[in-house]
């Protein structure tokens, strides 16, 4: 399973939301402003990882940054081929 980490008013992490669900693509979604039960432990991530940009796309140990579509597709086939 995918998970977005973003924020809502976050016009890349509503494009790479609607663009996974276009692929009917399953995630969760993390808001860090809105869900309190994960947004701490997903920011100490972020930090950890120094990552500074939303959203952040992961599944598993790989992550990428940004909804570029030929990216994200080039992610997700990254993150199919990992997983056979």
Known sequence: MYTIIGKTYSLETNNLKEYLQKKNISFDYIDLETNKE???QYKQWLAANKIITIPVLKKGR????GSNKERIDE???KCNYSVK
Not at 62 to 65: D, E, I, P
């Open 38 to 40: 994960h947004a701490e």
């Open 62 to 65: 790989f992550y990428m940054c």
């Open 75 to 77: 992610f997700i086939k």
